[in-house]
């Protein structure tokens, strides 16, 4: 019994003993182990600190391509004239492009765009007001828009300086307000057909920085011996970078007085393939890219709704910055009709500045597979040129008004018969308080956007935008 005892007694010692050392081995390996995850935790975190200086230093280059920042398509108060870009879904646009000596109004505020104003080619067409830049030319328009991003961020803070506290802030809502927009426009011409466009656009800001729209309206189209159209346009949109490419999309329907409802949709793709700046941000050269595609109802005229035409339309546009004071514009577009008939565009714009004065040249060409003017309603020809000089000038009048009138005088060739073509604009913006603007204008052409034979097309519009930014 008592050799048991001795036996068990020893046994659990033993026992003791091994979980003592094995205890105390195990102990480095824990440690060790400890100080590897902390090791390779802290070289990602600095890895990942270099990455972001880097990214920060390297936008500080003005020759390097930086990430763009297209979201705010708004004017700058003071610095550029306020005149708004057009469009409708029959893709007629009122031209907006570039002072080409852009300086920064301040580089702490990253959402700021710096626009610019495309003059007008063919002043008097139909166009409907839209601050996007999707474009295409037409007769009615040749007016491509153009927004160039803004420029690089502020260099980044040396390492003695002391950053400001941190404030916690209340929780921001999931949208915005951010501005108001509402276009209007009356045009006649001489052969009776009158449109008036009235769309205001609501435009919010999302927490990320993202844009949320919303278009609505009330459109009227009338003509002889049809019936009066009247068009509620429901838009919502939608605006967002990746990388350095902004892209923007918006849906929706066309609700008529008469005639079924019709789907509208455009996307945009834009993206710098460089950008070069001086030493105090100026802008110097640049070159930017866009692929377009637009779906919707041809709004020309009442006859063309009536027919109920709808048509996809896709193609590239192409600015390009060659020096602080010359630049081109070119834009191409291929467009698929529900008729069957099929069109090409193209059109090109060189342009020099002097002052406050520009002189440019601009190209126009048009042609369509068949002419479904008289079956359809739409201008359609099979050639269609288009070639032009102006002359323009921009100004303050007063501390409170700035006015812009130009020119062009030049030939139109439809369907081998060549004519004059010439028009003129005029366009003036009124401040009325430091966050409301008013955009006013008259412009007449000679220009065709219909094939009336021997008699001569005088179109005339008047336009204007009101403007409020919260």
């Not at 033993?14 to 480095?28: A, G, Y």
């Not at 007008?120 to 037409?138: M, N």
């Amino acid at each position: 019994m008592t050799d048991s005892y001795k036996h068990s007694l020893s046994a659990f010692r033993q026992t003791i003993q091994v979980k003592f050392i094995l205890s105390w081995r195990s102990l480095p390996i824990g440690i060790i182990g400890s100080l590897m995850i902390w090791t390779v935790s802290l070289a990602k975190l600095q890895a990942a600190e270099t990455d972001d200086n880097w990214n920060s230093a390297s936008q500080l280059t003005p020759s390097v391509t930086s990430v763009i920042n297209w979201e705010n398509l708004q004017e700058i108060q003071k610095i550029q004239p306020f005149i708004s870009s057009q469009i409708d879904y029959s893709w007629k646009s009122f031209s907006q492009y570039t002072e080409p000596m852009v300086t920064v109004a301040s580089l702490d505020t990253m959402d700021t765009v710096i626009n610019s104003n495309i003059e007008t080619f063919v002043g008097g067409f139909s166009y409907r007001l839209e601050p996007k830049p999707i474009l295409i030319a037409a007769p009615e328009n040749f007016n491509p828009v153009l927004q160039l991003p803004p420029p690089p961020p502020p260099p980044p803070k040396s390492p003695t300086q002391e950053s400001p506290p941190i404030s916690k802030e209340p929780q921001q809502p999931a949208l915005v307000l951010e501005s108001i927009q509402t276009d209007w426009r009356d045009e006649h011409s001489n052969f009776q057909q009158h449109n008036q466009i009235i769309e205001p656009k609501f435009q919010f800001r999302m927490p990320n920085g993202e844009k949320i729209t919303f278009k609505t309206g009330f459109n009227t189209f009338e003509q002889p011996s049809i019936a009066t159209v009247t068009n509620i346009p429901l838009q919502f949109g939608w605006q967002g970078k990746t990388g350095q490419y902004t892209i923007q999309a918006s849906g929706g329907i066309d609700v008529f007085n008469r005639l079924p409802i019709a789907f509208n949709f455009n996307a945009q793709i834009d993206r710098p393939i460089f950008m070069n700046l001086t030493t105090d941000y100026k802008l110097k050269s640049a070159l930017f890219l866009s692929l377009v595609v637009e779906h919707g109802p041809y709004k020309t005229s009442a006859r063309t709704l009536e027919s109920q035409i709808t048509s996809w339309r896709s193609g590239l546009n192409a600015y390009w910055q060659i020096d602080p004071n010359t630049s081109l514009f070119s834009s191409y577009r291929l467009g698929l009709y529900n008729d069957g008939n099929f069109e090409q565009q193209s059109f090109s714009r060189l342009e020099h500045k002097f002052g406050q004065f520009w002189a440019a040249a601009n190209l126009f060409a048009w042609k369509y597979a068949s002419d479904q003017q008289e079956i359809s309603g739409y201008f359609s020809p099979l050639g269609f040129l288009v070639y032009n000089a102006e002359v323009g000038w921009e100004g303050n009048i007063f501390s409170f008004l700035r006015c812009r009138v130009n020119a062009n005088l030049g030939r139109q060739q439809l369907n081998g018969k060549v004519t004059g073509g010439n028009s003129y604009q005029t366009r003036c913006t009124t401040q009325i308080t430091p966050n409301i603007d008013f955009d006013f204008g008259y412009s007449f052409s000679n220009v065709r956007n219909l094939d009336t034979g021997d008699s001569p097309y005088n179109n005339q519009n008047f336009t204007g935008q009101l403007r409020m930014k919260f």
